[in-house]
């Protein structure tokens, strides 16, 4: 044990100084002892962090560059929307779906129901009068459909993980309800993609309340608890 | 879950009072874990203490769980994937990333002699922890073959999980009719360089217990009012004292102290189950004698510790939390409102923590196979410092861990005892060398 006759103190160190008052202390070291706490091992910058640094400047680049080509020669159309609509869902795509390590079904969930939002957008502002409402006729439900159908896949392969998977699956089924409305309010004009939508998530509800139904309601209370 | 069920996928347990606000407001910096460590007289072997915790686990089945959210709170969930224990690093009381401790709120790290627990305070406070450790060393030299038994010190797997251990006895104990909130003074903080990558420093000091106790004695005074009184006195002598004009100066100087309520009301649970008293003083004089101090800090301990008082707290928490607004706020937002008032609330009302565990007892079989044992509590960026305290048999043993370089604190502190010509042997895990 080493002292330092300053702080009139033992150490437990091989190191040279003292911790409090930084004199060089007294005393032989005992190599064959290990010093108490490990030795200070700097982070290493991984692969990952790079990767996510890399694609935020990239993306904040090229954002930034389209809106300043967009408003040097502005003719009244902010167009340069539609390409950052874009750059921004392959961000999300990149940070969420492959960089994170949230769960795959939270990962569909999220980007399914984000495409859906940036589609939608793009047709009620950029779509010329006649052509308008292809996102919310096609897109919303033929995209639910098949999440739906992705995130039921993966609980049948992956069986073991299923309750992790369940809330977002049961999610989207509760979102692929709304079209079928929106076509009782002719808001959606073309019935059969929503009502294939409807017809498979009511399959999938009715599946997981005959099949998990303990499951179900112990998940629904959970996140759900006041 | 129902009284001895064997635990299962669907057992879920909501967070208590305590634990509520810590995800919210855990940071990289202000990561709200705590460290219990046991040095043993022998080296530890990793593959014996990774079977004890697998086994100490299913006695715990509140602590095999992890964080997930729900649309209002937060909730712990059976995680039925393995636990592993680790090496220990450099790291004191770093953020738990879940993601890569299979979600685990809690880790156990091994080096030569020591084991260490780590644990983020949403799971529990030092009472679960230590209830677990045990538990852990308890398996481990059972493991090894040592002659140990538990004489109802220990959890084993001979008795079932309680739903007295899974209770919120906050929620218990609470009194709607005494929450008033009583406004505080944002508190004197201690300044310096901030170490590098947010690492830190931890500085540990045995002394002998029955010398400390002694020293309190001596004053007329419990072990923790000597400690908080002196460390009041240090931080006035170090940071204030010729300076006590200066505005920055004007604001009192206070010690959070954590109180374990299981001392003060009949409860068996092993989660947060804390609060706290304070001991406050402006230090304006150039004449303040630690005489005075330890005075003022015992009259503040008496009052703060009146059941009145404890339950007026515990409440002031319980009814916040039980605020229909806040309940009905979706946690997303939820979020900004716990983080906001915890900062204005929490964090910049005191200097420091000084968590005193106390004796921490083992049964006599097992007392010969452990040397000491300590306790750690994370520094951030606004509590620079914080002190942990336990004894075991004579080694009473007090941490100080640090997110500055500056060490003139601890420094002083320590010679306050060695010109008592008190024995001081020292421990740091040196992390401004490098
Ligand atoms: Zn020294």
């Known amino acids: 044990m080493k002292y330092c006759d300053k702080c009139h103190v033992e150490v437990r160190t091989n190191q040279p100084y003292c911790p409090l008052c930084h004199q060089v202390l007294k005393g032989e070291s005992e190599l064959a002892r290990m010093e108490v706490y490990p030795e200070y091992v700097p982070p290493i910058r991984t692969v990952r962090t790079l990767t996510k640094k890399a694609v935020l400047f990239v993306t904040v680049v090229s954002i930034i560059t389209l809106l300043i080509v967009n408003l040097t020669d502005f003719d009244g159309r902010l167009w340069s929307l539609i390409p950052i609509g874009a750059i921004l869902y392959v961000f999300v795509i990149i940070r969420l779906g492959i960089l994170s390590r949230h769960n795959i079904a939270f990962k569909l969930a999220i980007l399914t129901t984000i495409l859906i939002a940036i589609l939608n957008v793009i047709d009620q502002e950029y779509t010329a009068e006649a052509y308008r409402g292809w996102a919310l006729d096609y897109v919303t439900p033929l995209s639910l459909l098949a999440c739906n159908i992705a995130i039921s896949v993966i609980i049948l392969i992956k069986r073991i993980n299923y309750r992790d998977y369940l809330f977002y699956l049961l999610t989207i089924v509760v979102f692929s309800l709304v079209p079928p409305v929106l076509c009782l309010f002719d808001v959606i004009r073309i019935d059969w993609p929503s009502l294939a939508a409807f017809g498979l998530a009511g399959g999938i509800l009715l599946g997981i309340i005959f099949f998990f139904p303990k499951s179900i309601k112990a998940e629904i209370k959970k996140r759900f608890h006041l | ?434």
């Open chain 2, 1 to 434: 879950m129902a009284h001895g069920k064997v635990p299962s996928a669907n057992d879920w347990f909501r967070l208590d009072n305590a634990a509520k606000i810590f995800p919210a407001i855990s940071t990289e910096r202000e990561t709200n874990t705590f460290r219990v460590q046991i040095e043993m007289t022998e080296d530890v072997d990793k593959d014996f203490l990774q079977l004890a915790v697998d086994a100490a686990l299913e006695r715990y089945p509140m602590f095999k769980v992890r964080l997930k959210s729900g649309l209002f709170w937060n909730y712990l969930d059976y995680n039925q994937r393995p636990f592993t224990v680790r090496p220990l690093t450099h790291k004191v009381c770093g953020p738990l990333d879940p993601r890569d401790n299979n979600g685990y709120l809690f880790q156990i790290y091994y080096r030569a002699r020591l084991i260490v627990l780590e644990m983020f305070h949403s799971l529990a406070d030092g009472g679960g922890a230590f209830a677990l450790i045990k538990t852990i060393v308890y398996e481990y030299l059972t493991l090894k073959g040592c002659r140990v038994t538990p004489d109802n010190m220990i959890l084993t797997r001979d008795s079932l999980p309680t739903k007295e251990e899974y209770e919120d006895s906050n929620l218990t104990y609470y009194d709607p009719q005494n929450h008033r909130h009583v406004k505080e003074e944002r508190a004197f903080l201690v300044k310096g360089t901030p170490i590098e990558d947010g690492n830190i420093g931890l500085i540990s000091g045995t002394i002998s217990t029955a010398e400390m106790i002694a020293l309190a004695r001596n004053h007329q005074a419990s072990v923790t009012e000597y400690l908080t009184a002196l460390l009041m006195y240090i931080i006035y002598l170090t940071q204030i004292k010729y300076r006590e004009h200066l505005k920055e100066n004007q604001k009192p100087v206070k010690i959070f102290v954590p109180v374990n309520l299981r001392k003060h009301f009949p409860s068996n649970t092993l989660r947060n189950f804390a609060n706290f008293v304070k001991s406050g003083m402006v230090m304006n004089r150039a004449d303040i004698t630690f005489d005075e101090i330890l005075e003022e800090t015992k009259k503040q301990f008496a009052f703060g510790l009146q059941p009145k008082e404890l339950i007026r707290k515990m409440s002031e928490n319980v009814s916040f939390e039980k605020n229909f607004f806040l309940r009905i706020t979706p946690y997303f937002l939820k979020k900004f409102a716990l983080r906001i008032g915890y900062k204005k609330m929490g964090l910049l009302l005191n200097t420091l923590s000084f968590s005193n565990l106390g004796k921490i007892d083992f049964p006599e079989s097992m007392e010969p196979y452990i040397d000491n044992v300590s306790v750690a509590v994370y520094s951030g960026r606004f509590n620079t410092i914080n002190i942990g305290t336990s004894s075991f048999r004579d080694k009473f043993r007090i941490t100080f861990t640090r997110s500055i370089v500056e060490t003139t604190i601890e420094r002083e502190f320590f010679r306050h005892f060695t010109e008592k010509g008190i024995h001081v042997t020292i421990e740091s895990n040196y992390v401004e060398e490098y």
